[in-house]
């Protein structure tokens, strides 16, 4: 196992296999956004799953009294959320779908787990799991034409995002939450922007800043004038020019904090 694999432990079982309560947790750095469930005692019996967030940014769902203390999960922060997914035949990755119905919560201190059993017709049985595509109707400062752009995570660089176009591959952005860089930061959505988003509360955006790494990544800084601001239900985004006095081009993230 690596550093990311561990034993996690299923008091109630998986829907279908409640006598099988014992599963390792590997996630390959080749296989990135994948990982895989294997029974310790049947290993024949394998699941493949991916982050929740990686699939659906404005996943939600809640569980019962009873399932949290099964997990003994006392802070948001210790869970970790993920989907099992299906590879149809033939198809290629291109085609996974993930079930949202079934989502998994991993209680990563204790290392307990639980499967919830949502309303299929809230939460479809097979999301379609490569549709997390951003829609910029207006481009980005200075690429008005590029419109549509993929979000992606690497393996083992969180805190990072990358921002990929989707019609010219050759432009990526490098990005961060910007609750990463700067927690208070604030930005100023006016009612025309807001409008536009169809952002109605602040739970429904992403705030994220455009990142730049020189030779010596400890002086890498963000963008804080040029937020990137995205429904996470609808993913569209809009970037704003703000007030470069204000809210600083070069704000250093690692010295700053």
């Known amino acids: 196992m690596t550093d990311n694999d561990f034993i996690i432990h299923f008091p109630a079982g998986l829907i279908g296999f409640t006598e099988v309560k014992d599963y390792r947790l590997l996630e390959p750095s080749d296989a990135y956004p994948l990982k895989f469930l294997q029974s310790v005692d049947q290993p024949e019996l394998s699941f493949v799953a991916m982050d929740i967030a990686a699939i659906k940014l404005d996943f939600n769902a809640s569980m019962s009294p009873e399932e949290a203390e099964m997990l003994e999960l006392n802070e948001p922060e210790d869970a970790m959320m993920i989907a099992l997914i299906v590879i149809p035949e033939n198809e290629g990755t291109a085609e996974m779908v993930a079930n949202l119905a079934g989502p998994i919560v991993i209680n990563k201190n204790k290392k307990k787990a639980v499967q919830l059993v949502l309303d299929p017709d809230k939460y479809p049985l097979q999301h379609p799991v490569f549709d997390l595509t951003v829609n910029f109707p207006a481009g980005l400062i200075g690429l008005p034409d590029l419109k549509r752009f993929r ?94 006095e204000k809210f600083p081009l070069k704000y250093q993230i690692i010295h700053s904090k």
């Open 151 to 244: 979000l992606y995570e690497p393996a083992g660089g969180y805190p990072l995002k990358f921002l990929q176009s989707v019609d010219s591959e050759e432009y990526t952005f490098v990005c961060m939450d910007m609750g990463a860089v700067k927690p208070d930061y604030d930005a100023p959505l006016s009612p025309e922007d807001a409008e536009f988003l169809a952002i109605e509360k602040h739970d429904d955006a992403l705030v994220l800043a455009l990142v730049v790494i020189p030779e010596d990544p400890r002086q890498m800084t963000a963008n804080l004038a040029g937020p990137l601001i995205i429904n996470k239900t609808t993913l569209k985004g809009r970037q704003l020019a703000l007030d470069a």
